[in-house]
């Protein structure tokens, strides 16, 4: 018997109009899986039928992956691909394995040597970056920055210094209810001169990227309400 797929698909991340981020080729795909590796069931049951999932969710076969997961409970999780049916990786938003628990199951099919199958779909990081107007030759995600004030000062200086000695741009995101804090922190701690991209509520109709220098956003920052909004942050030269 033939053995099937892992598809990874990714997820719509705030648009109202999911074709506007999924494509027409994704739709197709996600038919022919009927067992899904999910973040969480809920989102992904709504998801499944915002898509237009032709078989019927009640029959459909779901597996949580989170950041609770322990790999040794995610072993089963790739057997139906052995009996030839395709599994299908959602993540909660954007794509799956990035900045997501995914890569836990990716890495178990990479050792039984099961086909993967990766699909294009929005990333906010990367429609971040496109639109930050900093380096996009050189860059890293940094995930979160420390919670503890002084610790997540220290972290924002050593980022500095990266992204001016390697003119490497650096990344990373926040719980969005402190958002409004990481920006007055970025401000209050950076050189005036280093830029700094925010860049949230993305495919929204509520989108808003800005860039501008960290001096610019300490009259700035008071404009903009981030609180509770998914924001990206980016620093560079």
Not at 70 to 91: A, F, K, M, Q
Not at 163 to 175: D, G, M, R, S
Request: neutral net charge; hydrophobic residues 40%.
């Amino acid at each position: 018997m033939e053995r099937g797929q892992l598809i990874l698909f990714p997820v719509p991340i705030g648009a109202e109009d999911i074709d506007v981020s999924l494509p027409t080729a994704n739709k197709e795909l996600l038919n022919s899986c009927h067992t899904f590796i999910v973040e969480e069931l809920r989102s992904a049951r709504r998801f499944l039928k915002r898509a237009g999932y032709e078989h019927p969710i009640d029959n459909t076969e779901f597996f949580v992956l989170n950041e609770h997961t322990r790999h040794e409970e995610i072993t089963h999780y790739l057997d139906p691909i052995e009996n030839g049916g395709n599994v299908g990786l959602l993540s909660e938003a954007g794509l799956p394995c990035v900045a997501d628990p995914g890569s836990m199951i990716t890495r178990v099919a990479q050792s039984r040597a099961i086909t993967i199958v990766p699909l294009i779909g929005p990333s906010s990081l990367m429609m971040a970056l496109m639109a930050s107007g900093l380096n996009g030759q050189n860059f890293a995600f940094n995930g979160y920055l420390p919670v503890d004030r002084q610790q997540r000062v220290s972290a924002i200086r050593a980022l500095e210094i990266q992204a001016t000695k390697h003119n490497q741009t650096q990344l990373f995101i926040e719980a969005p209810y402190r958002n409004n804090q990481m920006l007055q922190s970025l401000s209050d701690t950076l050189h005036p001169d280093t830029m700094v991209c925010v860049a949230c509520d993305l495919t929204m109709p509520t989108q808003y990227i800005r860039t501008f220098s960290a001096s610019s956003w300490r009259k700035e920052r008071g404009n903009v309400n981030l609180h509770k909004r998914n924001t990206v942050f980016i620093i560079g030269r």
